[in-house]
């Protein structure tokens, strides 16, 4: 899987779209700026280092050949805009880079893109439509004689060190790499449920008995092929009880199924970087099976308006990466839905008929909505974990009710 790239013979978005990938894979953190117009120019954002609080801009141009005077204005345009919005906006404006697939040449550098900053700062002073105030000039003028202040072009060698230190996103986006990714975790749920390519005693229907270690090489190779997607990384188990599902730092998604012999075959997906779920969206449909003896239309309501956890019967059709949807499609499964939630930290004192009051217990609640945006749920216990508090609001009514327990 080689990481060079014949970036001349790429369109104008593709080439964006793997250069923006690379340099997510690079920083994690980054995030793009989506096209708009109040986007001032700005791409692909990284949090600065040397300056806390601030972010690198990372402007993507498509552009693999020499530079002609229109794509010059260009460049000069997204360099002008970036600094309107540090000086409009308050964008917190670190260095300025210019990535895209080619080197400047010697005439380029010296004559065009070493004057440009200022250049193009000159003529923003000077424009009677923009009409920069005067702590609008000092401020930019204070940003460009920074210390340290990083304007730098990123050519064709930054671009290809990447392409060589991440060749999955060539692979992925440009020689087939998706395709082969989906066929991967068909193998591996093949293999893991009926093993076609051990040998099998004759006249046997199930497979040899083999011990883990002779499948460790298998599965490490299928592991390999897995950890090829640019968006997301995988995890699998295979279990004799069905794992917990629980909130991780970065996991979007997981999918187990469930064998005749009760085992269970879990799939974890997490994110690479911040902007994955953008780069490679994960669109799903749900319906309700109303008509199946397990559904609970008291509990759907209630998850609906209050955001309460909720598991029931539904068909749901998924495009989860790496083709792990596919099983689910058109099938009854059972689904767990559970609302995202903030906690804050709360002293309640219990009053008493004779107007008198204890002492202040503190609660530590999460509250939670519905997807109606109807109704709010708040949850909580004590430091002692023994006491407990449920309370329900409905938005609609401005009624609701409070509960404690004491475990």
């Known amino acids: 899987m080689a990481g060079r790239v014949e970036w001349t013979e790429l369109e104008g978005g593709e080439a964006e779209t793997v250069l923006a990938n690379l340099l997510y894979s690079e920083q994690p953190l ?43 204005r260009e460049v000069e345009k997204s360099f002008r805009q970036a600094l309107i919005g540090l000086i409009r906006r308050e964008v917190p404006l670190a260095d300025w ?31 009677q439509k923009l009409a920069l105030t005067e702590s609008e000039k000092q401020e ?49 749920t093949a293999i893991l449920n009926r093993d076609v390519t051990l040998p099998r005693p004759e006249g046997s229907e199930t497979a040899a008995l083999v011990t883990p270690a002779q499948l460790t090489a298998h599965l490490s190779k299928l592991f390999e092929v897995l950890d090829t997607d640019p968006h997301y990384r995988y995890e699998f188990s295979f279990d004799l ?38 780069e490679r969206p994960i669109p799903f449909k749900l319906r309700f099976a109303a008509d199946d003896a397990g559904f609970d239309s008291e509990a759907v309501a209630n998850w609906r308006k209050y955001g309460t956890p909720l598991t029931a019967p539904a068909e749901v059709e998924i ?6 949807g596919t099983p689910l499609t058109g099938q009854l499964v059972e689904v767990s839905l559970e609302s995202a939630g903030q906690t804050y930290q709360a002293r ?22 519905g997807p109606d945006g109807t109704g709010v749920w708040e949850s ?9 508090i449920d309370t329900k609001t409905d938005l609609e009514t401005n009624s609701g009710t409070w509960g404690f327990r004491l475990l």
């Not at 690198?56 to 498509?62: L, N, T």
């Not at 210019?98 to 003529?123: G, Y």
């Not at 495009?319 to 792990?324: A, F, I, Q, T, V």
């Not at 909580?380 to 407990?388: K, Q, R």
Request: glycine letters at 10%; charged letters at 25%; aromatic letters at 10%.
């Open 380 to 388: 909580g216990s004590d430091e002692s974990g023994y006491l407990t």
């Open 319 to 324: 495009d989860l990466p790496g083709g792990l």
């Open 348 to 369: 309640l004192r219990i009053r008493k008929l004779d107007g008198s009051a204890g002492k202040p217990i503190l609660f530590s609640i999460t509250v939670k909505r």
């Open 241 to 278: 009880e069905p794992p917990a599902i629980v909130r991780q730092k970065d996991l979007v998604a997981a999918t187990q199924q469930t064998q005749l012999d009760g085992r269970t075959l879990t799939f974890r997906v997490y994110r690479r970087f911040a902007e994955a779920e953008h």
């Open 97 to 127: 880079y210019l990535v895209m697939p080619v080197d400047p040449t010697i005439d380029n550098m010296l004559d065009w893109f070493s004057d440009m900053p200022d250049d193009v700062i000159a003529a923003m002073c000077l424009d």
């Open 140 to 188: 930019i003028r204070a940003w460009r004689s920074s210390p340290g202040r990083i304007i730098k072009w990123e050519g064709r060698p930054f671009c290809e060190t990447m392409a060589g230190k991440y060749p999955f996103v060539i692979d992925y986006y440009l020689h087939g790499g998706e395709g082969r990714l989906r066929a991967a975790v068909a193998g591996m």
């Open 30 to 72: 980054a995030t793009r700026v989506r096209p708009s117009r109040g986007d001032f120019g700005l791409d692909v954002l990284v949090p600065g280092t040397r300056e806390p609080g601030t972010f690198d801009d990372y402007q993507i141009k498509k552009y693999a050949r020499t530079l002609t005077a229109a794509q010059k």
